[in-house]
């Protein structure tokens, strides 16, 4: 039977992963240079992402004047490489979803409350991916547009919790894009300044639909943020505290994804987050 969901786990080094799995499938971002010029491993069937034409190097040229190398530009695309190779390419399944190489959706432990942390081994990954859980899933999209991980409460907005360690200027110009490119959303951009409820680390299965619109509207502000941006892969000068601030991509992209279901009123499925280490 021809699996009805396909979930790409992006990968970027050895882990361990359930190969059989008909449904959730690892994926990479294979560059020219010597950090990523081949699977993360030699056994099992990787699907590289940026092979062939409709691939995240299409945005590559944003990052022309920053000077940084092929490698540099994927590790700062992460996961979004493979959203952008789904959404290019995209399967003929009714459900799509995208996660990282060490996060899982629960989809069988009810028991387990928020997230859970397991050992990294081939035994625990081989539970992840089977048969059962498709079906899980299958009966869970029956009734939902969209299944992820648990929501937080955090102690302050969504918008200060980002500010605490991320710089102020990538934030005001994705606020913008929205305001921009969806006047539809403008007067839902209160979230950001109201909500205290959010979903971090975001591995997700939506209906199809559901998913090029998520993601055409996530790359359209990307490429808004990216025609506008002084520096494409910023480092930290001391005015904030994290300490990767060039992945400012996917950490907008975490914050788009649970306003993307507010806004459009996904009707959603949470279980708990699994994470490898």
């Known amino acids: ?20 799995s008909t449904w959730l499938k690892p994926s990479y971002a ?19 992402v940026n092979s062939g034409q409709n691939t995240i190097n299409d945005l590559k040229h944003y990052y022309s004047s920053s000077g940084i190398t092929e490698d540099e530009f994927l ?3 992460g ?12 399967p003929e399944v009714d459900y799509i979803g995208c996660t990282s190489y060490r996060r899982y959706l629960s989809l069988t432990d009810e028991n387990i409350v928020g997230k ?32 992820t991980n648990n929501s937080v409460i955090i102690p302050c907005s969504v918008e200060q919790q980002y500010l605490q360690s991320q710089p102020k200027y990538y934030w005001d110009l994705f606020k913008e894009a929205i ?26 299965i939506m209906r199809r639909e559901f998913f090029i ?17 002084k520096v494409t892969y910023p ?19 975490e914050r788009f994804f649970p306003f993307f279901v507010h806004v459009n009123a996904l009707r959603m499925t949470q279980v708990p987050l699994v994470l490898l280490q």
């Open 1 to 20: 039977m021809t699996s009805q969901i396909l979930m790409l786990s992006h990968f970027h080094k050895s882990f361990p992963f359930n190969h059989k």
């Open 30 to 48: 294979g560059g020219k240079e010597p950090f990523m010029y081949k699977p993360p491993e030699d056994n099992g069937n990787f699907l590289n």
């Open 75 to 77: 590790r700062a695309m």
């Open 79 to 90: 996961v979004l490489a493979s959203e952008y190779w789904l959404l290019k390419n995209t």
């Open 116 to 147: 859970m942390i397991i050992p990294a081994t081939q035994e625990n990954a081989d539970k992840f991916g089977t048969p059962e859980q498709e079906q899980i899933a299958l009966n869970y999209l029956k009734h939902s547009d969209v299944i």
């Open 179 to 204: 305001d921009k490119l969806y006047p539809s959303y403008r007067e839902h951009l209160t979230w950001f300044t109201n909500s205290n409820i959010i979903h971090f680390e975001s591995p997700y």
């Open 213 to 229: 619109r998520y993601t055409d509207e996530y790359f359209r502000i990307l490429t808004y943020i990216f025609e506008r941006v």
């Open 235 to 253: 480092s930290n000068d001391g005015t904030f505290t994290e300490p990767y601030p060039w992945r400012y991509p996917n950490f907008l992209g």
